[in-house]
């Protein structure tokens, strides 16, 4: 890894506050994401993996600082993105994009998909008038789309172009670092396959770095050399997706990856089935989050009660297990 | 007819089914001429991406295609050899969720958010049995207990709102399940879950199979559950029954270059690949269906022929077909 | 093609909205033209011998029993009954649109504050407020009414907007916005009034016709835009009195006053359906 790398994320805390109750006179707190450290290098891509309800999503906004974090630091570029004020924010925006999961919901239906790339363009004041048209045009070429989609709107175009749109907003201010939250969870299959393509070919051309969260953990592995797992607002397992993948040390990450159907019928593995659903962030369980749903027999009453720090068990492959050693 | 005893009909038998939606644009041509059997105690595949049909395919079963989509004169269904869509109102409304039951996707919008949901399975069986309110209860509590809903007398009480994802779905489940059908329509049942989630509910789907030895139509667009839960499957494009195989032997040898590319495009947790094969272009729109071969603007093998002649299903080996006219040419299949 | 065109692509197929909207620029026409159409409507040419005249050649509808044309003051009248319903509409989806859109951007305290101050508006009776204001205010001239009505008027508007603004605020593409660096004036600009306007517009334009009822309704029981300025209000009262002997006085307003909002109504829910966001192209 490099001496500094691009993106660096210190004990970072994001919890939410709700009213509940019927005067909205009881708080309810939110452990969205609980003390997560994890770095991105320049021009890498570190894969982000858990269900819904984890924080994985939180995560990634508040790194670009969408949401208010409660506590901890994220570093861009050795920069304190926190501590930025609105104007300085502004500008490091221009370096630090996201792409989101829904390409519905992610585009103004009652703008022109050129009009929605050329908003950055226009919010930096990188080109004017018949400059910035070109640059709309080169954008939504370089995304694969066909000529003439500047004029369109989002609902003439289908999922996977609607998707390629949203990149080309993004890329209109030609950030070093994406957050690619879900990107191609709403698309078919074969069209999910063009988009990652497409990402793959962009980063190899514009040196771009990807935090790429996901749920599946088969496009994770394909998009990312270094992935993180995350439970309940925490980073249980991280390390070199090979290692993950064929040597997953945390039981979450034994369950998760066991429990994707692979498509050959002729493989039939051993599941480790999990029970019941995961707790709710408003209370997560003491101890290891994970442990009212953990399978591995050595679970012990130290589960229960201490809550496990990750600890180096492989050459950058860490894991937050007592019993991941044993 | 000499030899064996002519069989028994298979439990399901759909033949020429077409479904067509009127709008503005023209007429949309979602279901056509689908060809699908399920016997009795099996689970058949039908898998496809958004779009192709096969949603539409299962509504249309059932008879429950809202207009302004209307089941085309010519098809049909047949249930143990009874025509379905022959059937007067009163007689279809006791055959769903009686004979045929249906899951959905969205566990959430299938439940009436007002009612406890013991009441939701109790009222499901006495639509179609004569019991009393309390047996029919108590069957509903146990229907909970079957679908591994933890505390069930209690959870009877709840409303669908008070439950999670996973537990939803099992609800469902258990009210389709609570007549016991000798056929499940499972349109995407695990989609909207996590993977975690999604394997408890394919693993408890197993079960409940064999122990009610029912069949179950698995409609699904991953191939990975397809390859783990299905013993036949059907793969659907723009509409048609592209390929029809037993799940090795798709998984093996798929015919269709439509098969062959979703195949390729799958990312693996398996093996790493570098590039994936996608399929290039998008799937056209239901009211404007290519000439020829509708998978003829994407297929890496069309020829002239393709853009012209609809091929037919095609024999490649006994109980593998494919409606691909490289059946027929294999020498121009290009490398 | 641009959700708006395609919204009036849809409204042009709507017959009946557009049977509305035909009407309604009838009317908007006709009360612009009406000076020039018709004689004086205060003239009072004979208040003896031409009083409650059928209609005729040189009286079309009649006269009423001060002996006025009342083509002519049926005309006239429109012009207070367009100019109270659209600009009182008008004015009170500005305000509620303004209070809605500080509600949902501002913080939980001023939307609380916004909101519950709402809340109590709602619950005045608004009828019985107007009628006190103008029983006491004998001159009010045509703006106090429209200025009235709007302040009375807009509450709905204001939640309508809230809500939008609440739901949109966490819309992706906002968020997008926000991870772009666009500033939260660009924001409101460029993403949130052009979704508001649909449903502002809709609201504004059903509300045309119960406010031209409304000041009918005043100026019926002489409060208002007071006599001898005609307003279809003042017409049907000064018919009531002679509504078997002469049927016509009361009529030509009453049924000016029942097309003009069935047009606007029509339009409206017109609009309200080709703006739908959930309709299909």
Not at chain 2, 260 to 270: F, S, V
Not at chain 3, 171 to 190: C, E, K, N, P, S
């Amino acid at each position: 890894m490099t001496a500094t790398p691009l993106v660096e994320v210190r004990d970072l805390v994001t919890h939410f506050t709700h009213r509940v109750g019927l005067f909205g006179t009881r708080r309810e707190v939110v452990q969205a994401v609980n003390g997560v450290s994890l770095d991105v290098a320049a021009r890498e891509t570190l894969g982000l993996v858990g269900e819904s309800g984890c924080g994985k999503t939180t995560l990634g906004r508040t790194i670009l600082r969408l949401v208010a974090r409660t506590s901890g630091e994220v570093r861009f570029d050795g920069q304190d993105v926190f501590a930025l004020d609105l104007a300085a924010l502004r500008r490091m925006r221009r370096r630090m994009q996201i792409i989101f999961q829904d390409p519905d919901g992610s585009l103004n239906p009652r703008l022109s998909i050129g009009r929605a790339v050329r908003e950055g363009i226009e919010v930096h004041r990188l080109a004017r008038g018949a400059e910035a048209d070109g640059r709309v045009e080169a954008l939504l070429a370089e995304v694969g789309l066909p000529a003439g989609s500047a004029a369109r709107y989002p609902h003439e175009f289908s999922g996977g172009q609607r998707q390629r749109a949203c990149i080309a907003r993004a890329l209109a201010v030609e950030p070093e670092f994406i957050v690619c939250d879900e990107p191609v969870s709403a698309l078919d299959v074969s069209v999910q396959a063009q988009v990652l393509n497409l990402l793959l070919d962009l980063q190899a051309r514009r040196g771009l770095s990807y935090l790429f969260i996901s749920h599946d953990l088969a496009v994770v592995r394909h998009v990312a050399p270094r992935v993180a797992v995350m439970y309940l607002g925490r980073i249980v397992e991280h390390g070199p997706s090979d290692g993950i993948y064929q040597r997953p040390l945390h039981p979450y990450t034994q369950a998760l990856l066991t429990a994707v159907p692979v498509p050959d019928p002729k493989t039939k593995r051993a599941r480790v089935v999990l029970a019941g659903d995961p707790p709710s962030p408003v209370n997560p369980p003491g101890g290891c989050p994970f442990h009212p749903r953990c399978q591995h027999p050595g679970k012990n009453e130290s589960c229960r009660t201490v809550r496990p720090e990750l600890r180096e068990l492989a050459p950058g492959h860490q894991v937050a297990c007592h019993l991941a050693d044993r | 007819m000499s030899g064996p005893a002519p069989a028994r009909p298979p439990l399901l038998e759909v033949h020429d089914l077409t479904v067509n939606f009127s709008g503005s644009d023209g007429v949309a041509r979602a279901v056509d001429g689908v060809d699908l059997t399920v016997e009795e105690g099996e689970t058949v595949g039908l898998v496809g991406e958004s779009g192709c049909g096969k949603s539409v395919t299962a509504l249309a079963i059932l008879r429950l295609v809202e207009p302004p989509g209307h089941i085309a004169h010519g098809s049909s269904v047949r249930l143990g050899g009874r025509d379905l869509l022959a059937l007067g109102a009163k007689e279809i409304r006791a055959v769903r969720g009686n004979h045929v039951a249906l899951v959905f996707q969205e566990p959430l919008s299938a439940l009436n958010p007002v009612l406890r949901i013991g009441n939701q399975i109790a009222e499901a069986i006495r639509a179609h049995e004569a019991v009393t309110r309390g047996t029919a209860r108590w069957r509903a509590v146990e229907m909970l207990t079957a679908v591994g809903i933890p505390d069930a007398k209690r959870r009877a009480s709840a409303y669908a709102h008070q439950l999670s994802g996973g537990m939803r779905q099992r609800v469902l489940l258990a009210m389709a399940l609570a007549c016991r059908p000798q056929l499940l329509l499972a349109d995407e049942p695990t989609t909207a879950l996590d993977v975690t989630i999604q394997a408890e509910i394919l693993e408890l789907l197993d079960g409940l199979q064999r122990k009610l030895g029912m069949a179950v139509l698995l409609i699904t667009h991953n191939l990975g559950i397809v390859a783990e839960r299905t013993r036949r499957v059907y793969v659907m494009y723009a509409g048609q029954i592209v390929e029809e195989a037993a799940t090795e032997q798709l998984f093996a040898a798929p015919a269709h270059p439509y098969t062959e590319g979703l195949l390729a495009a799958i990312p693996r947790l398996d093996e790493r690949r570098d590039r994936l094969q996608a399929i290039p272009g998008q799937v056209p729109p239901a009211t404007a269906w290519p000439e020829g071969c509708r998978f003829h603007p994407r297929c890496p093998h069309a020829w002239a022929k393709c853009g012209t002649e609809m091929p037919p299903l095609l024999e490649v080996t006994p109980g593998h077909r494919a409606r691909c006219w490289l059946v027929k040419e294999p020498e121009r299949r290009k490398k | 093609m641009s959700p708006w065109r395609l919204a009036a692509r849809r409204f042009a197929r709507n017959r009946p909205a557009l049977t509305g909207a035909v009407l309604v620029a009838a009317l908007v026409l006709a009360a612009l033209l009406a000076p020039l159409l018709t004689a004086d409507p205060l003239a009072q040419p004979d208040p003896v011998r031409l009083q409650n005249q059928p209609p005729s050649a040189a009286h079309l509808l009649g006269t009423d029993p001060y002996s006025r044309d009342i083509l002519s003051r049926t005309l006239h009248g429109a012009r207070v009954s367009l100019v109270v319903g659209i600009g009182a509409a008008l004015l009170a989806v500005t305000l509620g649109a303004g209070v809605g859109l500080t509600a949902g951007l501002a913080g939980r305290r001023t939307d609380q504050l916004l909101m519950r101050g709402v809340d109590v508006a709602l619950s005045l009776p608004r009828i019985v407020l107007l009628l006190a204001v103008f029983a006491v205010w004998e001159e009010a001239p045509a703006a106090a009414v429209v200025l009235l009505i709007a302040v009375t008027g807009w509450f709905q508007t204001s939640r309508i907007v809230r809500a939008s603004v609440l739901s949109l605020r966490e819309a992706d593409f906002v968020a997008a916005a926000r991870a772009l660096g666009t500033t939260g004036a660009g924001i409101v600009r460029r993403h949130l009034l052009p979704h508001i306007a649909a449903p502002v517009i809709v609201s504004a334009s059903l509300d045309v016709g119960n406010i031209i009822l409304l000041e009918a309704g005043l100026s019926y029981l002489g409060l208002g835009v007071r006599p001898p300025t005609p307003t279809w209000g003042n017409m049907i009262m000064d018919g009531k009195d002679v509504l078997f002997s002469a049927p016509w006085v009361a009529l030509a307003p009453g049924l000016a006053l029942v097309l003009t909002v069935v047009a606007f109504n029509l339009a409206g829910d017109g609009l309200r359906d080709a703006l739908d966001p959930r309709a299909a192209a």
